[in-house]
Each structure stands twice: as structure tokens, then as C-alpha cells.
């Protein structure tokens, strides 16, 4: 679904607590955010975009490929995924 309220939930199931990665690309593969964190949890987590770049400016509207990555000691999952945003 595209993305249109300002920001975007991704969810995601854990087997079990993980380090977190979070990354958002524009189509042309440049890198517009990243964000790092702790999922204590496992199960099905969410995590909120704001649909802004490191800077803080809001993205453009467009296509963009996210990319959550879960890391806990050895084992590393990715996943990669297209959204689209609209003004």
C-alpha cells in the first residue's frame, strides 16, 4: 500500500530478541535513512518510519526499497522490501 499519512509501519516476526537495522533507499539505490535499535521481543514487531531522511527533511514522493535487517550473535535475517510514497 502506498504510503501516504507521513509515515509507515513495517512489521516483521522475531524468533527471538535481535539487534535491529533499518534501512530506506531511493529507486536510483541511494541511501535516504537508517535507523539502529534493540527489539527486546520476539514476535511480530513494528517499527515506524516517518518517511524522513537523516537530515529530517520529509523523502520525496516516489519508490523506495526498505531493508530490515535482524541481527543476534552469528545469525543475521534480511529482508527487502518496495514501497511506494505519495504527496
Known amino acids: 500500500q502506498p504510503a501516504r499519512t507521513g509515515y509507515v509501519n513495517i512489521a516483521y516476526d522475531l524468533n527471538s530478541s535481535a539487534n ?18 534493540s527489539e527486546p521481543v520476539s514476535g511480530v514487531n513494528t517499527k515506524r ?11 520525496s514522493p516516489g519508490v523506495y526499497l526498505y531493508e530490515i535487517s535482524a541481527h543476534n550473535g552469528s545469525v ?12
Not at 21 to 37: I, Q, V
Not at 49 to 59: E, H, P, T, Y
Not at 76 to 87: D, S
Open 20 to 37: 535491529m537495522t533499518l534501512k530506506a533507499f531511493d529507486f536510483m539505490g541511494s541511501k535516504t535513512y537508517e535507523g539502529k535499535y
Open 76 to 87: 543475521e535475517a534480511t529482508k527487502i522490501k518496495k514501497m511506494v510514497v505519495m504527496k
Open 49 to 59: 518510519w516517518n518517511l524522513r531522511d537523516q537530515s529530517g527533511a520529509k523523502v
